[in-house]
């Protein structure tokens, strides 16, 4: 299993462009709908709390995967996989070609043009899955969308995600309690005409 974890994380981390959020639909894909290691809300789940940790969010997500599939041998076995084949192109690159090289070979720069409409995509991907898999239609929508606004606005309180990622945790609870004392009046309410 750890043999797999590994190997799993480490074509993960080979085959991805453009950092975490381009990996979060190709983790999904490997963890949840192949290898079956997670269920799509237990995966939501932990990507909340990869997403909340200091550090790179492919490395975050890896880890508390693995730790939740073999605790902290897993942990380390998965961040190893995603960390090492990135680690290992940076360096061959870096023995072998400078910046100049790169922006001054017209085949490397169209490559690299190439990719950036990818890498997009595969950005913007796991936001639509993730939202779905969460929950959120048309109608709620509009919450994500001006949070995005807001971060993006620069304005110096406002823009802060800590706040955002707060408060939603706030609000969250206070949903929660609402919903769970709601549910207890019913039940209430139920028991009393018995």
């Known amino acids: 299993?750890?043999?797999?974890?590994?190997?799993?994380?480490?074509?993960?981390?080979a085959f991805t462009f453009g950092g975490g959020w381009a990996m979060i639909s190709i983790i999904e894909r490997e963890v949840?709908?192949?290898?079956?290691?997670l269920d799509r809300p237990e995966f939501l789940d932990l990507l909340a709390v990869a997403q909340t940790l200091p550090g790179i969010l492919a490395v975050n997500i890896s880890v508390v995967v693995g730790d939740k599939l073999k605790g902290l041998k897993g942990a380390l076995v998965a961040s190893a996989g995603t960390i090492l084949p990135s680690f290992l192109i940076i360096l061959l690159i870096a023995m072998f070609l400078t910046p100049e090289t790169i922006t001054s070979n017209p085949t490397l720069t169209a490559i690299f043009k190439g990719i950036r409409p990818v890498v997009v995509a595969l950005i913007i991907a796991p936001v639509f899955s993730t939202a779905r898999s969460a929950g959120i239609g048309w109608k709620m929508a509009w919450i994500p969308a001006a949070v995005a606004l807001l971060i993006w606005s620069k304005w110096p309180i406002?823009?802060?995600?800590?706040?955002?990622?707060?408060?939603?945790g706030v609000v969250g609870y206070l949903?929660?309690?609402?919903?769970?004392?709601?549910?207890?009046?019913?039940d209430r309410k139920e028991e009393d005409k018995a």
């Open 1 to 13: 299993m750890l043999g797999t974890l590994f190997l799993t994380f480490a074509k993960i981390g």
């Open 158 to 168: 406002i823009s802060n995600p800590i706040l955002f990622i707060i408060l939603g």
């Open 175 to 186: 949903l929660a309690v609402r919903s769970h004392r709601h549910l207890s009046d019913k």
């Open 32 to 37: 949840v709908d192949k290898r079956h290691w």
